[in-house]
């Protein structure tokens, strides 16, 4: 077993393969900020893992305790606690059930019991989660439970406790693994490791927490114009400005230029978004298609098979790396593109086509299919962030894949699956892996459906409205068929009041929002997570996979359409109502209820939450005008962190924390700390509630 | 390439497992069968076949020409021609997508150009059907492509024509295997092939074509006799007596006893229901529970895992099937019991508890549980098979899971799943393969929903109402709680007037299909098949999932609720309602209204088709009233097979082939030839139609 880290241990079973998440990361362990967390002991004793080679490839076993809960797995939209389950970490598009598939599945889990297991590798790799216990083990319980089911459901469910069992890993193909262990001593701690051995969390530009909107995919550059216009006329706040496929001379595959007929000028169309301030992203997916300039470079450096006639750029070589990263660097960051859609750089086998390489291909760099499927993401997010680097720039983007160690790069998932409940549970599941992903509004069955998706996504990493399929907003028109043929709601501006102050609402968190991703860069807590990871002995919170912390103080709780109010449960400590201040005693269940204008958000008591005034984007010189919110009588203080919000100068201790605290007797009071010239925050008035 | 038995070969490529279907096959190939059918040469040139190792197994890549369609893989619920697609040879309970996964999952499959390919592996193997080019080689069809989708649709469906591709396949885990490859030259002479090299279809006893019913879980022997006797009473026609977990002592895992509570005199019960001509079959699994008297004699020959708290016998050693079927035959065989419906025997991923025992349990035997759960269903078949072979009596039984080399197993497969229109696939579906079905009639939505579901087990290969959660027949009441409760339809007894004069179509229909199913044993041509099976060069039938032949001359167009008329494709030839023998030309899609009580059905012009005078019950002496039904001026001949309806003597020659043929001037004759003494038909009319 050798210490790698603080808190860090691997341990090294036969031989392990090449391609390995850890052997192809870039992300440089962040040694300091582990040194700042406390110094334990290896969280499992090595003689307690055992190791075997089967036919198959090998099996790894560690002990479970009956007690522990288990978490994590990357992005499982349809599971939280996994303990008694098996799952199959392997990308997939579309996961239609509980199976493991997922846009990022990650080797790694968290237990209850205060430590973590990642699993060093891009196979498909199973976890069985204490499914079955050993043969003869349970015979006496067996014996002694009795009950005679009649639906499916008694029958197939576990009606016995299974006791201790095993956490059995099935790593195929492979004549050995590296295992790391993460020590706690909390979940929390756990996390914070595998973040910090990551990378560290990503830290997006500013103008990335604002508003995103996705335009219509025939949308030529005139429609988007008249789209910018209105936005702003109608002081809609929008930050990020996307284009989908049609921008694209060829997709799918993409050709990766500039469509003649729909944007014959693009240079003049990105100068003319930009001078509004909106920030410009673009669409796209890596197969590249025959008519693409990148086309014949890619050529020796590409996987043996086509996904839709182009080309499958092998990322993990330098070669395609430098061809796509260049490419992207000369015609879009320095033209002032601000980020990207990485579209398809997951796998698809449950929808209507199973595009996407097989696992039997073969690159030049030597990985296979299987390998380059459950890095792809990966790679393709580190390609583009390598431009974007190359020019000190930040990016926030968008990405439909990504795996293990992704914590650094500032790409936020999404999905082409759409329930609800589930993008929810995509918030709250992130967390544990080091991921982040927003729960886009993408099209609604009704106005109380968009309201109460906008509201989820105001409440996420990255708040999206996604009408790729609507020349127009869909506050004006949820129905597809009408928007198109401008067929609008007759009260679409009361629709579109709603939505303006869920929009300025997220305007309104981007000082708190910031300072909780900075958290995330420097200690690696993530800012959107489970009740669980905060409150790991707390068995009420094992379950809750539809509620969630955002930052250090708030718990938000969203609703989905057909709810009028819901079950919220509060951890140990005294909360209070985000809209009211109403105080509740923690450590309860409470039933909610809420109009449409709002969605049940707890704030622990005595924080200060600083709130902007609502801006209508984020300008590179933006100053934020802010409003202390004061939850109780003797609020803890809070740093907000500031920097210049578009350049990695953070990096080199370019950033300043702004210490804001109150006292019943003097108020408030404001203290900035640090090496960043300029001041981001302006601390207009201190709010006291009731 | 070696020779194996008349237009099969042998190709085997690198160094094969020891636990393939093959090798763990008791069947015997029909060499005298096969050197009935034509002589050809090898369909693929062995050279055509490339075959390499991975680090993830094998990979074997085969041509396939842009003008073939694939057909096969086993009983896939959720889709028929599979060109294009990507298949996973693996087991599973709940395939919620078109996967691959199945209840019965075969690597062969049957094409179109007029061969067959059988992979002889129990991994899950993976078959890509043609889904993507190599690299390079559609560059001028993608250049000349161009669409802008909006819908996802539209953007995955596959938008170009691929040409000339391969077929790969990925068989992981393995040094080698044995690919086996079967001649046409049509596709029914591969299917038949395949079927004859399994050992040739089974030939059910007589009375396993009746009608079956399976009572409530609950039910003790006091209901379930007064349900025997209602049936009697009021001439609902009933064969087979199925009892549900509740008979057992324990269940889930199985004790295999009968309940003290609620069977106390198991076998005065059986006595009287045998003397109702009811035949009983009863629910388990394999899954043996402490309490059982087999447990210390099988937890040496067991699996490493539990599942639900019992043992996992390793049906793979012969120590394990003596236990096993020695118990059966004493316990029940030997006691009046008619069959088994052999539950889980599949595994599971995609259901609310993923049960089963992992991939990588251990057995003695040296299989692995990926192995054995592939063919898991296919031993437990043959297992208690040995158990009826052993006092010469045949059974019809029911298993939820089987797969390769299935053919001679007079096992029917059943679904939890309940799409009707993947029901009615599974029927066109499982002939490709070996494989029986039967869309079971569980619950239903609606009277209309109860009535569709019936007409579709009616013409199947086991025609069975599944009301293990409903206390009360379902034409009394289709709502689970009012059945419960008691509380029935105003009009239940014009419910069951329909339901019993479908039943007494199934009783009509058993003449036929008995000789069906001989065809099935002698010829190896399934009884229930796809259109393409019969008419491979008509491209009309190459999508046809929903409708089918049944023997020889039948052709079974399902309806669904909601359709009171449906689309219906007859190919060459001319072809008669089977209810008004009115004339419809062939090559022609046609819509077809049908009222409730009626489904489109048509026969083949010329056709003499016998129906008995429905019986209540097929008793072991039964004899058939029949009336042949003339379908056109100059009908065919046609031989209807008969025994002695229940031993295996058959299989020694104790068979008649009576012949019946007619003609406009002499009318009927009747030849009957064989070494079987007695008479289980009497023609006593002939109807000509219009």
């Known amino acids: 077993m050798e210490r790698v880290g603080n808190g860090i241990w691997k341990l090294r079973f036969g031989v392990p393969e090449t391609h390995t998440p850890v052997q192809l990361s870039e992300a440089r362990m962040r040694h300091k900020e582990l040194d700042g967390l406390s110094r334990n002991s290896p969280p499992i004793n090595p003689n307690d893992v055992t190791f075997r080679r089967t036919s198959r490839g090998t099996v790894l076993e560690l002990p479970l305790q009956a007690s522990e809960n288990i978490y994590g797995f990357g992005l499982q939209l349809k599971r939280m606690n996994h303990t008694g389950r098996k799952k199959v970490i392997r990308v997939n598009s579309d996961p239609v059930a509980d199976t493991g598939d997922s846009h990022a599945p990650v080797p790694f889990y968290v237990s209850t019991a205060g430590y973590g297991v990642f699993v060093d590798t891009a196979r498909y790799v199973t976890f069985y989660c204490g499914t079955n216990p050993q043969k003869g083990t349970s015979r006496d319980a067996t014996l002694a439970a009795q009950k005679l089911g009649t639906s499916e459901r008694e029958l197939y469910e576990k009606h016995i406790d299974q006791g201790n069992r095993n956490m059995s890993i099935d790593v195929p193909s492979v004549d050995g693994v590296d295992v790391y262990l993460f020590e706690g001593p909390t979940m929390k701690d756990v996390v914070q490791r595998y973040n910090l051995f990551s990378g560290g969390g990503c830290l997006p530009p500013m103008w990335g927490l604002g508003m995103w909107y996705r335009i219509y995919t025939k949308a030529d550059s005139g429609d988007a114009k008249r789209l910018a216009n209105l936005f702003r006329e109608e002081r809609m706040p929008i930050d990020v400005f996307g284009l989908e496929p049609g921008w694209q001379s060829r997709s799918y595959s993409c050709s990766f230029a500039w469509s003649e007929e729909r944007f014959p000028d693009h240079e003049e169309f990105i100068t003319t978004l930009n001078a509004m301030n909106y920030r410009v992203n673009l669409w796209e997916h890596a197969f590249t298609h025959p008519s693409s300039e990148m086309y014949w470079d890619l050529l020796p450096y590409s996987g043996n098979f086509e996904v839709w006639g182009g080309l499958v750029p092998d990322l993990g070589m330098q070669e395609s790396r430098d ?30 086509s199973n595009w996407s390489f097989p696992d039997i291909a073969t690159f030049p760099s030597g990985m296979d299919g299987e390998q380059m499927h459950n890095l792809f993401g990966l790679l393709y997010q580190s390609t583009l962030q390598s431009a974007f680097e190359s020019v000190g720039e930040r990016t926030y983007s968008q990405v439909r894949s990504s795996g293990p160690l992704a914590s650094s790069y500032p790409f936020v998932l999404y999905s082409d699956l759409y329930k609800h409940e589930d993008f929810i549970r995509g918030i709250v599941n992130s967390g544990f892996s080091g ?14 459906d968009l309201i109460r998706r906008i509201q989820t996504t105001v409440f996420s990493p ?13 506050w004006m028109q949820v129905d597809e068929d009408k928007n198109r043929n401008g067929e609008f709601f007759d009260d679409y501006e009361e629709v579109q009041k709603v939505c303006r102050s869920l929009f300025e609402l997220r305007m309104k ?31 009420n919170t094992y379950e809750i996979d539809d509620a969630y912390m955002m930052g250090e103080s708030m718990l938000v709780a969203p609703l989905v359409a057909g709810q009028t109010k819901r079950m919220v449960y509060l951890p140990l400590g005294t909360w209070r109502d ?20 709002h969605i049940p958000v707890f704030v622990k008591d005595n924080t200060l939450l600083p709130l902007a005034n609502p801006v209508q984007y984020v300008a590179d010189d933006a100053v934020f005008d802010i409003t202390v919110q004061v939850f109780g009588d003797s609020p803890r203080g809070f740093f907000l962190y500031e920097d210049d919000g578009t350049t990695f100068e953070y990096r080199e201790g370019k950033y300043n924390k702004v210490y804001i605290s109150w006292d019943i007797d003097h108020g408030g009071s404001v203290k900035r700390v640090g090496d960043y010239p300029g001041a981001r925050y302006r601390i207009v008035d201190w709010a006291i509630g009731t």
Chains 1, 2 share one sequence.
Not at 324 to 336: E, M, N, P, S, T
Not at 509 to 521: G, K, R, W
Not at 578 to 597: C, I, K, R
């Open 435 to 448: 991921l982040l992903w927003t729960p886009e509004v993408r099209s609604a069955d009704s106005v109380e």
């Open 462 to 474: 990255l708040a999206l409205l996604n009408c790729w399929t609507f020349p127009n907003p869909p």
């Open 578 to 597: 985000f809209w009211t201040h109403e105080v509740f005693e923690g450590e309860n269940w409470y039933e909610v209820e809420a109009d449409l204008y």
């Open 323 to 352: 061809v796509f990263a260049g490419y992207h660097l000369d015609r879009f960051v320095k033209q002032g593109i601000s980020g990207f859609k990485l579209d398809e750089c997951d796998n698809s086998d449950y929808v209507q």
């Open 509 to 539: 968190l981007i000082p708190y929002l910031y300072s909780s991703f900075a958290e995330y860069f420097f200690t690696g807590t993530p800012p959107f997570r489970a009740l669980v990871l905060d409150y790991p002995d707390d068995a």
